[in-house]
Structures are given as C-alpha cells and as structure tokens.
C-alpha cells in the first residue's frame, strides 16, 4: 500500500518559513514526478510546486515562484518544499503527490496518480 506522509506544517508569522517533507513508502518511487498541490478553505486545490525524478526540472505556482523550492531525495524517496517570505495567502492545507509515471511534468503542473496523495499538512501564516 502506498503511503505519502507530509510533516513540516504549522503556524508561521508572515515573512517566515516553513519546510515541508514528504516521506513516500510502500509503493514504486522511482521515475515519478512529485509535488505540492494545497487547498485553501472555500478555493479549488492548486498546484504549487513539481520535480522530475532527476530533479533537473522543476515549476512552480505563478503565486510561489522566487520564494519556494521544491527539492527531491530519490535514496531516501522524499520530496521537500522550503517555503520563505510567507504570506497569509498561503494558508492552506498542503497536499505531496506523485504522477503515474506516464504523465508530464510541465508550468501548469502535472496530474497526481490517484493512489499517490498524502493526507496533507497544515500551513497558517498569520498577519
């Protein structure tokens, strides 16, 4: 059984950072894409953040590029985003992903395997 586990949330004030891991286990790693997707209260889930299995490309939201980095440790099938200079707007529950291994990664994103979700991570960034 694949399982995607998120840790790193919590209550930052604007301006902070965060840094959110994803521990994958139970499933096939290897050569997919993986990212962050998150989901604001009342707003549709959207992409944040994606990495090639080599790690040689990666995109990110218009809203996050310049202060997110999404980074990948393929040995240790995790996948990471530091997060700095946080805005209230980024309140949101953050969600890991990883595609089905056919798919692309591309600036809009990509499309998560169904089975390949985390439970997400809460992030609040007070004002």
């Known amino acids: 059984q694949v399982q995607l586990v998120e840790s790193g949330g919590g209550l930052v004030q604007a301006g902070g950072s965060l840094r959110l891991s994803c521990a994958a286990s139970?499933?096939?790693?290897?050569?997919?894409?993986m990212g962050w997707f998150r989901q604001a209260p009342g707003k549709e889930r959207e992409f944040v953040a994606g990495?090639?299995?080599?790690?040689?490309?990666?995109y990110y939201g218009d809203s996050v590029k310049g202060r997110f980095t999404i980074s990948r440790d393929n040995a240790k099938s995790t996948v990471d985003l530091q997060m700095n200079s946080l805005k209230p707007e980024d309140t949101a529950v953050y969600y890991c992903?990883?595609?089905?291994?056919?798919?692309?990664?591309?600036?809009?994103?990509?499309?998560?395997?169904?089975?390949?979700w985390g439970q997400g991570t809460q992030v609040t960034v007070s004002s």
């Open positions: 139970g499933g096939t790693f290897s050569r997919r894409i």
């Open positions: 990495i090639t299995w080599s790690g040689r490309t990666t």
């Open positions: 992903a990883a595609d089905s291994r056919i798919g692309l990664l591309t600036p809009s994103g990509f499309v998560p395997d169904n089975d390949y």
